[in-house]
């Protein structure tokens, strides 16, 4: 697996309190009966989306399966729609692929538009209305630094249950997309990744630690959330914890740290002790939440997740997992101190 390529981009500005952390796979924003199965849009397609964010209230929102100007769902781009309702400073869709579904399953890509695109609130109804799918990330916060990349999908595919089918169906694999942003805390810059990964077993494990390396560059504390397709306690070991965090660290970063203390020693007053403090550690990344979301009508295990590492147990606070009428999953919500 590789990735496929890779989109950054900078920005300033200072911060808030206590926060509300969601992530919510929006099945292409699917209204769903109290049984789970499907039913049709309203005359307002983004309504029922609309009302499912807003209810959430969240400071931070990741999205997975989200559509954007796709016939299916009524031609709504759905992130500027989310956005809307939950009062976003800023937010970022990056398209993992552009391109309609196919009649049965997997997708009819579009030739003209390939690998990663990432839109905003500037490109809202100022660029392309080619439709397209993939992961958003929305926040009430500051944001000082945008990053997205995209994830080849796995060369196979699985025969899966899929919404309004009966039985399973041959389903390939897509590409997948991560999003990450370097926000404004209380007490200084955290960041935050959103991400859908592919439901082929040890692909999606493989994109998982890559996304440990791909922001081992950013500002700690790391908030990790999304659809991993992985249960129980697979993500966070995937992500491991502190050393195998720091072993991520640049090469380039290491030799400073060394010279530096090379050059405090030769600094040092002769004969006098030296007094070796404790390397502060971070904790292993854990689940802030351990709760079903799936399916969203009668949840028997958890695909979506939010992880951490650098934030005590002890700032975590409530935690829910609400039936909304959207998406064949339940939104993951948890309250943190930051």
């Known amino acids: 697996m590789s990735e496929q390529s890779e989109r ?8 808030t309190g206590r926060l509300r952390v969601a992530t919510y796979n929006l099945l292409h924003g699917q209204p769903v009966a109290s049984d789970g199965s499907p039913l049709p849009f309203p005359a307002d397609p ?43 400073a800023d937010w970022r869709f990056a398209a993992a692929l552009h391109g309609t579904p196919a009649p049965l399953a997997g997708w009819v890509p579009d030739p003209q538009v ?16 080619r439709p397209s799918y993939g992961t958003a990330l929305l926040t009430r916060l ?5 990053r997205a990349r995209r994830f080849a999908p796995a060369p196979f595919g699985l025969p899966l249950r899929v919404a309004g089918r009966r039985g399973l169906t041959p389903v390939p694999d897509e ?31 493989a994109q998982l630690a890559a996304i440990r390396r791909w922001i081992s560059d950013l500002p700690q504390p790391y908030l990790v959330l999304g659809d991993f397709n992985l249960i129980g306690a697979v993500p966070r070991t ?16 290491v030799r400073a740290a060394r010279a530096a203390r090379r050059a405090r020693a030769a600094a040092a007053e002769p004969r006098r002790r030296r007094v070796r403090e404790p390397r502060p550690r971070l904790q292993g990344w854990y689940d802030l939440a351990r709760t079903p979301t799936y399916p969203s009508h009668r949840p028997a295990v958890q695909f979506d997740h939010v992880l951490a590492v650098g934030v005590p147990r002890t700032a975590v606070g409530s935690v829910a997992a609400p039936r909304t009428t959207v998406s064949d999953h339940r939104p993951l919500v948890v309250d943190v101190t930051l």
């Open 8 to 15: 950054i981009w900078d920005a300033a500005t200072p911060g």
């Open 46 to 88: 983004g309504e029922p989306l609309g009302d499912a964010v807003a209810d959430l209230d969240a400071d931070v929102l990741a999205l997975q399966e989200v559509d954007r100007y796709q016939d299916r769902s009524g031609l709504v781009d759905q992130a500027a729609v989310a956005a809307k309702a939950m009062g976003a």
């Open 114 to 129: 390939t690998g990663l695109q990432v839109y905003g609130p500037a490109e809202v109804d100022t660029v392309t209305g």
């Open 142 to 146: 500051p944001v000082r630094h945008w």
């Open 175 to 205: 590409p997948r997309a991560a999003l990450a942003a370097v926000l404004e805390g209380p007490t200084g810059p955290f960041t935050v990744v959103a991400a859908h990964l592919s439901f082929v077993p040890g692909w999606n494990v």
């Open 238 to 253: 995937v992500l491991g914890g502190a050393t195998a965090l720091e072993r991520t660290t640049s090469r380039e970063r």
